[in-house]
């Protein structure tokens, strides 16, 4: 694997060549570049140069798209040049539409395929796909990688949770692509039925769209109900596949053959090891994103990975998002943080929290769905254990089975009613 330094003068002249098309014929950030002394590739020569350009956020691109729909200015051809279009899911805000070339999917298939082979997945395997193929880019760009690597594809769109269970019984798939959300729906259902998840054929299970696979208790939990071995991965509509794990399973590494990446201090801009990821897709010139603001909060990993990647990598993936921070009795934390402690207790199906001010306290209210156990105990357990984690007191009380939401992909178990600033509406953050 190459060194740092040379997969940083390779990010560079990957940027200077996507710049080239950019910098002639997409008008959003011709002119977004051009305010900043930007009007060639050679005016970006190192990564010093890199650093200077301005950062591009997703509140933009949206604007942009609404004063010039449907796909804003930020397209690189004409519309002739466009094979495929995709939505944003909308869970933090308005949802954005994106459009691919011939040449920008095949980038895509190529990021998804280095998520399968990290993990071992090879032209053997049979890829599990449970989720039905709408608008979202994740899911088809998913099967494109899968079919680079040559695996047999098994998709499970319009299927039950329960029908997708004893398919994967039947079947014997030995990968599984799916939210971890989903992931332990499809566990609840096979205990209801009495279906042993665990004694099926899989071996790998790589679980995209929300933080939880790095989560240790989660992934734990995940393990032991499927009886295979759980991965983290990360991207998004915008960026791409730009995160994966590897057999060493310690940490998320960042893509840097593909993406630039940088870990800033939301509120000075400034490097730092640990807050908000920055990143440039350097294969999907035809609707680019340069320097765009995530929004997702990582640490960088202080050690080398054991495989030997020159990457660097998030230590425990993705912590959250920046507009999911909760701020509860002076308290400033990560959704990641509670699920962390909630998932240790096995007897534990489902829960859903909520934050609400009442005079000058907060409440933090955290409701459980209890398979088995005392009740009692449980409750009285899981708050001494929150309220070590955090400092912070949580009212926990359970709720009787099947009370709670199920939620097909993404994850929304924790509600803020808390007013951002003087508005009074309650706000939702996935997981």
Same mark, same amino acid.
């Given at each position: 694997?190459?060194?740092?330094?040379?997969?940083?003068?390779?990010?560079?002249?990957?940027? &200077?060549?996507?710049?080239?098309?950019?910098?002639?014929?997409?008008?959003?950030?011709?002119?977004?570049?051009?305010?900043?002394?930007?009007?060639? /590739?050679? $005016?970006?020569?190192?990564?010093?140069?890199? @650093?200077?350009? /301005?950062?591009?956020?997703?509140?933009?691109?949206?604007?942009?798209?609404?004063?010039?729909?449907?796909?804003?200015?930020?397209?690189?051809?004409? /519309?002739?040049?466009?094979? &495929?279009?995709?939505?944003?899911?909308?869970?933090?805000?308005?949802?954005?539409?994106?459009?691919?070339?011939?040449?920008?999917?095949?980038? #895509?298939?190529?990021?998804?395929?280095?998520?399968?082979?990290?993990?071992?997945?090879? +032209?053997? $395997?049979?890829?599990?796909?449970?989720?039905?193929?709408?608008?979202?880019?994740?899911?088809?760009?998913?099967?494109?990688?899968? @079919?680079?690597?040559?695996?047999?594809?098994?998709?499970?769109?319009?299927?039950?949770?329960?029908?997708?269970?004893?398919?994967?019984?039947?079947?014997?798939?030995?990968?599984?692509?799916?939210?971890?959300?989903?992931?332990?729906?499809?566990?609840?259902?096979?205990? =209801?039925?009495?279906?042993?998840?665990?004694?099926?054929?899989?071996?790998?299970?790589?679980?995209?769209?929300?933080?939880? !696979?790095?989560?240790?208790?989660?992934?734990?939990?995940? &393990?032991?109900?499927?009886?295979?071995?759980?991965? $983290?991965?990360?991207?998004?509509?915008? %960026?791409?596949?730009?995160?994966?794990?590897?057999?060493?399973?310690?940490?998320?590494?960042?893509?840097?053959?593909?993406?630039?990446?940088?870990?800033?201090?939301? =509120?000075?801009?400034? +490097?730092?090891?640990?807050?908000?990821?920055?990143?440039?897709?350097?294969?999907?010139?035809?609707?680019?994103?340069?320097?765009? @603001?995530?929004?997702?909060?990582?640490?960088?990993?202080?050690?080398?990975?054991?495989?030997?990647?020159?990457?660097?990598?998030?230590?425990?993936?993705?912590?959250?998002?920046? =507009?999911?921070? #909760?701020?509860? &009795?002076?308290?400033?934390?990560?959704?990641?943080?509670?699920?962390?402690?909630?998932?240790?207790? @096995?007897?534990?199906?489902?829960?859903?929290?909520?934050?609400?001010?009442?005079?000058?306290?907060?409440?933090?209210?955290?409701?459980?769905?209890?398979? *088995?156990?005392? !009740? =009692?105990?449980?409750?009285?357990?899981?708050?001494?254990?929150?309220?070590?984690?955090?400092?912070?007191?949580?009212? %926990?009380?359970?709720? /009787? %089975?099947?009370?709670?939401?199920?939620?097909?992909?993404?994850?929304?178990?924790?509600?803020?009613?808390?007013?951002? *600033?003087?508005?009074?509406?309650?706000?939702?953050?996935?997981?």
């Amino acid at each position: 694997m190459d060194d740092p330094a040379t997969v940083r003068r390779e990010q560079i002249r990957r940027l &200077q060549g996507m710049l080239e098309p950019v910098l002639r014929e997409n008008a959003f950030y011709r002119a977004k570049l051009g305010r900043a002394g930007v009007r060639a /590739p050679a $005016d970006v020569s190192s990564m010093e140069d890199y @650093r200077q350009l /301005p950062m591009t956020t997703k509140s933009e691109l949206t604007q942009d798209q609404a004063r010039n729909p449907p796909f804003g200015t930020f397209t690189t051809y004409p /519309p002739e040049r466009y094979i &495929q279009e995709h939505h944003t899911s909308g869970t933090t805000g308005q949802t954005l539409r994106w459009l691919d070339t011939a040449e920008s999917w095949a980038w #895509l298939a190529k990021c998804w395929a280095r998520v399968f082979r990290a993990v071992g997945v090879t +032209a053997a $395997d049979r890829i599990f796909f449970p989720f039905s193929f709408g608008p979202y880019l994740g899911t088809w760009s998913g099967v494109a990688g899968a @079919r680079r690597v040559g695996s047999l594809i098994l998709p499970a769109g319009g299927l039950s949770s329960l029908e997708r269970v004893r398919a994967i019984l039947e079947h014997r798939p030995t990968v599984l692509v799916c939210t971890p959300t989903y992931a332990f729906r499809l566990a609840e259902v096979a205990e =209801d039925a009495g279906l042993d998840l665990a004694g099926s054929a899989l071996r790998v299970n790589v679980h995209p769209g929300e933080p939880g !696979a790095g989560i240790p208790s989660t992934r734990a939990r995940l &393990q032991e109900a499927f009886g295979a071995q759980v991965f $983290d991965h990360a991207g998004s509509t915008e %960026v791409g596949a730009w995160g994966f794990e590897c057999e060493a399973r310690d940490g998320l590494h960042l893509h840097e053959g593909e993406f630039i990446f940088e870990v800033l201090d939301p =509120d000075t801009g400034a +490097a730092a090891a640990e807050g908000e990821l920055v990143i440039t897709n350097l294969g999907r010139a035809g609707m680019p994103v340069i320097r765009y @603001r995530t929004g997702d909060w990582g640490r960088l990993h202080p050690r080398p990975c054991a495989c030997g990647s020159a990457f660097r990598r998030l230590d425990g993936g993705v912590r959250g998002r920046l =507009d999911q921070r #909760l701020t509860v &009795q002076g308290v400033t934390f990560f959704p990641s943080v509670v699920e962390n402690v909630i998932r240790r207790r @096995r007897e534990v199906r489902e829960f859903a929290v909520d934050v609400r001010r009442r005079g000058n306290r907060d409440d933090i209210e955290l409701r459980l769905e209890l398979g *088995s156990g005392d !009740a =009692d105990r449980i409750l009285s357990r899981v708050a001494a254990d929150l309220r070590e984690a955090l400092g912070v007191r949580f009212d %926990v009380r359970a709720v /009787p %089975v099947g009370t709670l939401p199920r939620f097909p992909v993404k994850a929304r178990r924790f509600t803020d009613h808390q007013p951002p *600033s003087a508005a009074t509406s309650s706000r939702e953050c996935p997981r």
